[in-house]
C-alpha cells in the first residue's frame, strides 16, 4: 500500500480539503494497496490529503489473510499499530523512520542497535536477525 496525493482547484477544498498556503487549498490522495502474487488490487481509496497513511493501512487489517507480507511506508507508525499488525499474524517490511531507536533484548536487558551497527552486520550477512 502507498498514496500519492496531486493538488486541486481550490473552489473542491469543501469535499478535498489541502494542507493550506503555497495554493495547496484543495488536494486530493489516492491509497492503493496491490498483491502482486494474483496481480489484484486489493484496496483503493481516494478522499482528502488530509487522511493518514497509517489510519487508511489499519482501517482494513481484518481482511488481510494471515502470514502475510506487507510492503508498506511504515515509517510514520506508531508501535501500537506495529503491535496490532504482528498480533494478527502478518509480518511487514518497512522503512525504519530515523528517530526510531532499534533495541536487541539478550539475557533479559535491552540493548541499543545503531544505525551503523545495522549497515555494518549488513555487509557481512544476508540475513539480519
Do not use: W
Not at 493538488?7 to 495554493?23: C, E
Not at 482494513?60 to 506487507?70: M, Y
Amino acid at each position: 500500500m502507498n498514496s500519492t496525493e496531486f493538488k486541486l482547484p481550490p473552489n473542491m477544498s469543501n469535499v478535498f480539503p489541502g494542507y493550506g498556503g503555497d495554493g495547496t487549498q484543495s488536494c486530493a490522495q489516492i491509497q492503493l494497496e496491490y498483491e502482486v502474487f494474483n496481480h489484484k488490487i486489493t484496496h483503493l481509496h481516494i478522499g482528502n490529503s488530509l487522511e493518514s497513511d497509517r489510519t487508511e493501512g489499519m482501517r482494513h487489517l481484518d481482511t488481510i489473510p494471515k502470514k502475510t507480507l506487507l510492503l508498506r511506508d511504515l515509517g510514520y507508525y506508531n508501535i501500537g499499530n506495529l503491535r496490532t499488525i504482528g498480533e494478527e499474524d502478518i509480518f511487514y517490511i518497512s522503512r525504519l523512520h530515523s528517530q526510531i531507536s532499534i533495541y536487541t533484548k539478550s539475557e533479559g536487558s535491552f540493548k541499543r542497535i545503531t544505525h551503523q551497527e545495522i549497515l555494518e552486520k549488513r555487509r557481512t550477512k544476508s540475513i539480519l536477525t
